[in-house]
């Protein structure tokens, strides 16, 4: 999957050797080799269309386990102060294009190709938003909530967007 996505065409332009955006970072396993990982910049992919450009996530992140098992990372990055900056319904929809239009209309012959299989997919909401900081909007808290908390779906594997910060995130291969 990792070669595929590599030297596909379209996604080719939009492989980033790290995973960095709005000033937030996240870390790969340094004991990942290239070949191991690839990092598509699903934003960028998306703003080249420069037509009818949906609301996505900012990276997909695939690494190989081996024996054509693999670990997928969504990631949205925001860089927020205070938790009212986070609108959980505008976040959801990211994830959905993700996996909806991207990852199965546009690029379903590389993630929906039977030969490859998923140990994990990660939704991660990767912000530096201070940890103590549980403010929302009142009149909303309780919808958005359970909004941001349904389980998704790609694959018959479910799957939660979760909030975290860059310094507790690293892209590695599970077992």
Do not use: W
Not at 8 to 21: A, Q, R, V, Y
């Amino acid at each position: 999957m990792i070669r595929t996505i590599r030297e596909n065409g379209h996604l080719k332009p939009h492989i980033k050797d790290i995973c960095e955006d709005e000033g937030i970072r996240v870390k790969v396993d340094s004991k990942l080799t290239e070949k191991d990982y690839a990092i598509i910049k699903v934003d960028e992919y998306y703003n080249a269309l420069k037509t009818n450009i949906p609301p996505s996530v900012d990276f997909i992140v695939s690494v190989d386990c081996v024996s054509d098992s693999y670990v997928l990372y969504l990631l949205e990055f925001r860089d927020v102060k205070r938790r009212k900056g986070l609108k959980p319904s505008e976040i959801r929809e990211k994830f959905k294009t993700a996996t909806g239009n991207f990852m199965e209309e546009r690029f379903g012959c590389i993630f929906l190709n039977d030969k490859y299989k998923y140990k994990k997919i990660y939704a991660y909401l990767v912000h530096n938003r201070q940890t103590g900081d549980n403010t929302y909007p009142k009149d909303t808290a309780r919808r958005e909530m359970e909004l941001f908390q349904e389980p998704q779906k790609f694959k018959n594997k479910e799957f939660l967007i979760k909030e975290i910060n860059p310094e507790k995130l690293l892209i590695r291969r599970i077992t």
